[in-house]
């Protein structure tokens, strides 16, 4: 018995092996050109006695085989050829069966049965059932196999398939099929045989050894997949219960799983699924450590496949009720093999749902009930932590958002949460995620207020904190991508119909309130925007279309709104909810709902007031507070007056002097809507220009006083702009004069400011100038307006 | 064709033909001697004729008192060398005594002779046909020549010829049974079977059949046996599992075989066994012997 001796040894050995078959190859060949029949026969027999050998590692022992099998081509040239030997081919058959030895006896038996078989002076499949039958004598596993893998092909082309020279008479195909079924039972034996010799010490070798060895034994499956004429109905009757026999019979478990793979492979798919019965009986029958998930997973890949190659076989795969077996098959493997780790479950689980999704993608119901069995399987485990298991879960996940590119389908899966359900949060949100995106590349619209809650429910590892979720552990840029994600999805919520629409903002709301200070600003602004359109659409529709009870759908939209909003309150964030009053504020304008605005504007103010303290975002939300009242025309002139007023006196309030005086001249478009019917108080516009003027005079003197040079004249040509501009809106009490002495101060100050020096020429006052010069010559009424300026 | 043995003896040359003598096939005998000679073939109740011619050497003449032929059939035992037992022994006077003086021609002729036994060269024993020849002398010794010939018996097919099967085992360690197709093997038969292993608890390295002839001469207390192993034809390399069958097609043809010979004329048996040898790794033997019978059935051809 080969032992652990070394490597060494065993190249000597080999060496030993191959030294002896060239040396009788060398004999054997001078009989061969003498024609000498009997020393031909002594040599190769001596030859092949080398082959007798039980020193070598089958990988060592396929080298010596190999050149062994060079020489048995010579030789069998040689049979072929009466006239060299003299001998009738079947006294030739008789001879070769001298020899004492069984295994050179074999190897010559096989070569002359092979010539035997040509020359048809017998029927091929006697000769073949004589030579697999002979076979027997050689028990040795190694050599066994080898001798049999070299029986397998010589006969390879002479097999009486339809089609072959060999086929006719008594000779069908029928005959191969027994041939090649019988070699492959005994080689699978001999090879299972392996394992049990030696001790168990080299288990861990043989295993090794055996696998290597194992495609000499699917050679034989490889070899039934391509016999010409084996249809449907004997693959069914003949091949596949003999197969699958010597498969579950064999109770091993590394041939159990390399054989299940080659039937899979090498058999065409439409046989498959005509005997998925028997397939599958098969597999709940395996050893329990045989890998049965994989098996079944390339199965039901294949099976995808095909469905996939062609819509013409599908209802072949509705006539077997694929889907029924397949999923009763997994639920009986998954119930045996209990140590069976929750992954491959899982696996098992993915690829049914993709054969189901291929194969019947109209039946939800099938994709729901697999999710339902997952669900099963999840529970009974207390807690996945598996990562690879997730892996596979979140891919079961998106198996159906990949094949309906309409999200909406998923959301009628009733057990699809539930699976979510048993993911940790990170995955959860990872598959949220999955969904988000698979929304945004379909553009899928999702249009009612259940489906929205259904998808809310789905991703709600998105929306708020989850139990025992470490804040400090989240990736600030994931969590801002995951928010956005969140946010671009509220835009995919939908409908014509506002009340649904008015439904689903309410469901949305629900939900995203849950979701603390971190979201909110993330999430706020879409919802909004999401209302703010709602209104838009109502207010576009005449808003008393619905009848009586409009008016008060938007006054309910607005309150959402405004609690909505005050929500904000406690991150805080009062910019960006400064910003959104002041948009609710136009909408409920736009829609003549003069106490709603105003109260937004209120709140605005009171933001201003009591949140806002930084000075850079006092002059942006000034701005924004003016540019949004100028437009509003709601308010009656109390209320406006009011606002005005409070925005104005803000406007002076800022901390520094050019903010102050931009702030005040853009009050003056409060006080001046060009609009027929807006408000136009000249005189206060005035007022605000003066003011402007005064803050800009007294800004160019604190500058002077720090810095001994006055500064730039941009505030005064900014003002100066602002003249002109209402001088041309025909403002009375802007005149020409009042431009006229304002140009000359910022000449004025021009020259002070750069003292002897070249004059320095500012590009936007020039520019101004140029601006004034032009609508002089371009005469019309404008024209004549302009020549009252004198530059 | 057939110059033997004393072809220098004085005075005449003594020469045996067969009537038949070229196409009359010829078999291979091995002599004392170990040369292997080409020897005319016959059969009981065949007419053995031919001439013998006596050739005086020349310008000699040879005197004689009566010149006759033999046919003897003998058993000789090698333990009891040179003491040979004829079984058979017919003679024809050729000639009156007188004188030869030149070649000589003398046509015999034993008819329909009964040779019950067949030529038979075993490791103890012998039988043997043979012509002898006498030129009686009385005063320079007879001149004596042999001619050995060889007897083959052919025997119809036995009417009842049943298969050998049978159980055998050693308890909890190897159960196998064997069958082979018949107990009586013609010798360019071939013995085809099978071995059927019902338990296999050692490992077992190969399985050969060998072919043994037993060989027993004199009788009583003189008995002598020898057994040779005649073939050895491994049937299985390896060990096989329970339930394996393997099969058995062995081929007479190649070995050097001859029938059974049943109490000869009371010297001698020969019998032949098949043994079926196991051996495991540890290169212990087990084994079956089972006697079988072989005859010689005529061959179609010849």
Known sequence: ?791 | MNFLLGAFKPACNISITFTDGKNRKQVPIKKDNGQIVMNPLFQSQETIAGKIHIDPYQGKKVEHNGVKVELLGQIEMYFDRGNFYDFTSLVRELDVPGEIYERKTYPFEFSSVEMPYETYNGVNVRLRYVLKVTVTRGYAGSIVEYQDFVVRNYVPPPPINNSIKMEVGIEDCLHIEFEYNKSKYHLKDVILGKIYFLLVRIKIKNMDLEIRRRESTGAGANTHVETETLAKFELMDGAPVRGESIPVRVFLTPYDLTPTHTNINNKFSVKYYLNLVLVDEEDRRYFKQQEITLYRLKEETS
Not at chain 1, 750 to 773: A, E, K, V
């Open chain 1, 1 to 791: 018995m080969r032992t652990l001796a070394g490597v060494e040894d065993e190249e000597k050995w080999l060496a030993e092996g191959i030294a002896g078959i060239q040396h009788n190859a060398f004999f054997m060949h001078r009989a061969l050109d003498a024609n000498n029949l009997r020393e031909v026969l002594k040599y190769s027999a001596l030859m092949l006695s080398e082959l007798r050998t039980s020193k070598l590692s089958p990988q060592k022992y396929y080298d010596l085989y190999m050149r062994a099998f060079d020489q048995l081509r010579q030789l069998e040239i040689f049979f072929k050829d009466e006239s060299r030997h003299g001998l009738p081919v079947v006294d030739l058959y008789e001879l070769v069966q001298h020899a004492g030895n069984i295994l050179p006896r074999m190897y010559l038996l096989c070569t002359v049965g092979s010539v035997y078989i040509k020359s048809k002076q017998a029927p091929s499949k006697d000769v073949l059932k004589d030579l697999v039958e002979m076979c027997r004598g050689v028990q040795h596993p190694i050599r066994g196999l080898f001798l049999r893998s070299y029986l397998a092909q010589v006969s390879r082309d002479k097999l009486p398939e339809i089609g072959s020279d060999y086929e006719g008479d008594a000779n069908t195909v029928i005959d191969a099929v027994e041939f090649v079924l019988q070699n492959f039972t005994e080689m699978n034996k001999l090879w299972v045989r392996i394992q049990h010799q030696g001790p168990g010490t080299v288990r861990e070798k043989q295993e090794k050894e055996r696998n290597e060895l194992r495609d000499l034994v699917g050679k034989n499956l490889h070899v039934l997949g391509q016999i010409e004429g084996v249809d449907l109905e004997m693959y069914k009757e003949t091949v596949l219960p003999r197969v699958l026999e010597q498969v579950v019979n064999c109770k091993d478990k590394l041939a159990q799983y390399y054989l299940m793979e080659c039937i899979i492979q090498v058999f065409p798919d439409e046989y498959h699924l005509q005997t998925l019965e028997a397939l599958l009986a098969a597999c709940t029958q395996l050893m329990p450590t045989v890998d049965t998930k994989i098996v079944l997973t390339q199965l039901m890949d294949r099976l995808s496949n095909y469905a996939a190659s062609s819509p013409d076989v599908l209802h072949e795969f509705l006539q077997v009720e694929a889907f029924a077996k397949l999923s009763n098959a997994i639920g009986k493997v998954i119930d045996t093999q209990l140590e069976m780790p929750i992954v491959g479950a899982m696996t098992l689980f993915v690829s049914l749902l993709t054969f189901t999704l291929r194969v019947h993608p109209d039946r939800l119901d099938y994709v729901d009930q697999v999710l339902g069995a997952c669900v099963v399987k999840l529970s009974s485990v207390p807690k996945l932590e598996d990562a690879r298991a997730m892996k596979q879960v979140v891919a079961l996940l998106s198996a159906p958002l990949e094949k309906y590119s309409d999200i909406v389908t998923a959301l009628t899966l009733s057990n699809y949460p539930r699976v979510m359900d048993h993911l940790d949060d990170g995955t959860n949100k990872v598959m949220a995620m999955l969904i988000i995106q698979s929304i945004m590349k379909n553009d899928s619209c999702i249009s009612t207020a259940d489906k929205v809650e259904v998808l809310f429910e789905l991703i709600k590892g998105l929306i708020k904190d989850l139990d025992g979720t470490n804040v400090e552990e989240l990736d600030e840029e994931d969590f801002q991508e995951e928010q956005n994600s969140v946010a671009r999805l509220i835009h995919m919520l939908d409908n014509e119909e506002p009340e649904e629409m008015l439904k689903i903002i309410y469901v949305v709301r629900k939900h995203l309130m849950t979701g603390g200070p971190q979201r909110l600003p993330f999430t706020v602004p879409p919802l909004v925007f999401s209302a703010v359109r709602l209104v838009r659409q109502l207010e576009a529709q005449g808003g008393d279309i619905a009848g009586e009870d409009v008016p008060a759908t938007l006054r309910k939209i607005f309150q959402i709104l405004n609690q909505t909003i005050e929500a904000l309150s406690s991150v805080p964030c009062p910019e960006l909810a400064l910003r959104l009053y002041l948009q609710c504020a136009e909408a409920a304008s736009d829609c003549d709902l003069e106490p709603v605005a105003y109260e937004f504007f209120t709140q605005a103010f009171i933001l201003y007031e009591e949140e806002i303290a930084d000075s850079k975002a006092q002059v942006t939300a000034i701005h924004l507070i003016v540019g949004t009242l100028q437009r509003i025309n709601v308010f009656g002139v109390e209320n406006r007056d009011t606002l005005t007023h409070k925005a104005t006196g803000y406007s002076a309030r800022l901390l520094k002097k050019p903010d102050q005086c931009r702030a005040v001249y853009a009050c003056s478009h409060l006080f001046w809507v060009d609009d027929p019917e807006g408000i136009k108080d000249g005189e206060r516009v005035l007022l605000c220009l003066r003011r402007a003027l005064r803050i800009a005079n007294a800004a160019q003197q604190m500058v002077n006083a720090t810095r001994g040079s006055s500064g730039p004249v941009t505030l005064f040509v900014e003002i100066l702009n602002k003249y002109l501009y209402f001088f041309e809106k025909g403002n009375p009490h802007i005149t020409p004069s009042d431009i006229q002495s304002l140009i000359e101060l910022i000449n004025t100050e021009m020259l002070s400011d750069n003292g002897n020096t070249t004059i320095h020429s500012d590009p936007f006052f020039s520019s101004t100038l140029r601006y004034i010069r032009f609508q002089k010559q371009k005469g019309g009424l404008m024209g004549e307006k302009y020549d009252l300026i004198k530059l």
